[in-house]
């Protein structure tokens, strides 16, 4: 069974409501949601890994994750702050980034190593293809494709993070009863519009 969509049919069935009552909404624009365009850089010097995530838009990245994954002959010097580590991957939880700045993480290795690193945000990014850093000589499939399998949909560009709700599950979640509502009651004055013309003639 498909998810109810509270905003499509229901919306155009109430909008064609308010036309029938003599409503003219040709002069509203649909809003307009944020975008972001993040980029993750690497500036590598001999064991040091410095990434830097830049927001290119002008809205905010809220939610933004920084995730990496290391060799195992690899071996981080500490942890960096606000990271976890599961499996092969580490995972940063980095602050909000408004339109226009950066913020850099920088990595302390034992050993030069390779590195594999995905940035991404809650906020949509259209553009994925400066999101993702790949320094070894393999494809990315392969390199993810030798990951555990528990911990493959932290590094892919195309898995939405779990701990963030999409714009579709926040959408839909406890809106049906609203959207109901006005659709009866508009339903409701079309109903007494009608009954009032007929009355009259």
């Not at 509270?6 to 003219?24: F, K, S, V």
């Not at 809205?59 to 702050?81: R, Y």
């Not at 302390?108 to 690193?117: F, I, K, M, R």
């Not at 990315?140 to 892919?156: F, G, R």
Request: aromatic share 8%.
């Amino acid at each position: 069974m498909e998810p109810y969509d509270t905003g499509t049919t229901e919306m155009r069935l109430a909008l064609a409501a308010l036309r029938d009552l003599g409503w003219n909404f040709d002069h509203l624009q649909p809003p307009t949601l944020p975008e972001t365009d993040l980029a993750l850089q690497l500036t590598n010097n001999a064991s040091q890994f410095v990434l830097t995530v830049q927001n290119l838009s002008t809205d905010t990245a809220q939610k933004v994750f920084l995730t990496f994954a290391l060799p195992s002959s690899s071996t981080l010097e500490s942890t960096p702050a606000n990271c976890t580590f599961a499996g092969k991957f580490w995972r940063c939880a980095l602050p909000d980034l408004p339109g226009n700045q950066t913020y850099t993480l920088t990595l302390n290795l034992q050993t030069s190593s390779t590195l594999l690193a995905n940035v991404s945000s809650a906020t949509a990014d259209p553009n994925t293809t400066n999101n993702l850093i790949n320094t070894t000589d393999q494809p990315v499939a392969e390199v993810i494709a030798s990951l555990p399998l528990s911990t493959v949909s932290y590094i892919s560009t195309d898995t939405p993070d779990t701990d963030t709700p999409t714009l579709t599950e926040e959408t839909s979640a406890g809106g049906g009863g609203a959207w109901h509502f006005l659709l009866l009651f508009l339903l409701l004055l079309l109903r007494l519009k009608k009954y009032d013309a007929q009355t009259t003639v």
